[in-house]
């Protein structure tokens, strides 16, 4: 299998402007996590799906944030209008809970750079 | 509620010691324990895990971890540190009755080997 699989790996937008981040999690994972990871706060989970349907969204910031999971090999997490705050490295995880111990397999991440 | 506290940000050891990374839990149903390395520029990659096998886990590369219940840790260990050991270290836990997928990171520790 590839992988769970992230891009871009590397964004520099302006202030502003909207950037999509995309996952493509490992076939047959039905939980999906976008975590977001910066030097102040560490790992932060943002979001979580189970079989695309989305179980919590309690750590997404703000209004500004969005995430979706229109099918079992697709995600996205959306900002719209980014800022310098937001900057970070974003991560998608996947797992398969079914008889499994709820290990995560973790994309390389996205290295988000807001101006 | 679940947490996981991870004793020191940085450690630091010369190369072929002793390698003792600190962590403790709180679970309030039997836990499921990880241990995850990042090398820069890299996602999360799973070192070891504990689902209630065995309380001394082998994992990947030299390095090992053991439960125990009455201390609630879960720490890591290697006895011989290699340059390529220096990485960031989370301590993970999950709940294994409720089996939602969702882990608990703590903080992180950096591993800094000298020559």
């Known amino acids: 299998d590839a992988g769970v699989i992230q891009s871009p790996r590397h964004e520099v937008t302006e202030m502003g402007q909207e950037v999509t981040l995309r996952c493509k999690p490992i076939s047959g994972h039905d939980y999906l996590f976008w975590y977001r990871q910066t030097m102040m706060r560490g790992l932060e989970l943002l979001i979580y799906f189970n079989n695309n349907v989305p179980i919590d969204d309690s750590g997404m910031p703000e209004d500004r944030f969005s995430a979706k999971m229109p099918n079992a090999s697709f995600s996205t997490l959306k900002i719209q209008p980014s800022e310098p705050r937001d900057s970070a490295v974003y991560f998608c995880a996947s797992s398969f809970s079914s008889g499994s111990t709820g290990e995560l397999f973790f994309g390389e991440g996205s290295r988000l750079t807001v101006l | 509620a679940q947490s996981v506290t991870q004793l020191g940000s940085h450690v630091s050891v010369s190369e072929g010691a002793l390698v003792l990374l600190r962590c403790n839990y709180s679970?309030?149903?039997?836990?499921?324990l990880f241990w995850y390395v990042q090398y820069p520029n890299q996602g999360l990659q799973l070192l070891l895990k504990?689902?209630?096998?065995?309380?001394l886990v082998k994992g990947i590369n030299g390095f090992e971890a053991e439960f125990k219940k009455s201390e609630t840790s879960f720490h890591l260990t290697k006895p011989s540190a290699h340059m390529s050991d220096a990485a960031e270290y989370f301590c993970?836990?999950?709940?294994?009755?409720?089996?939602?997928?969702?882990?608990?990171f703590g903080q992180g520790t950096t591993l800094q080997v000298k020559p």
């Open positions: 993970a836990v999950s709940g294994s009755s409720s089996n939602t997928g969702k882990l608990i």
């Open positions: 679970s309030s149903v039997p836990p499921y």
């Open positions: 504990y689902t209630s096998a065995a309380t």
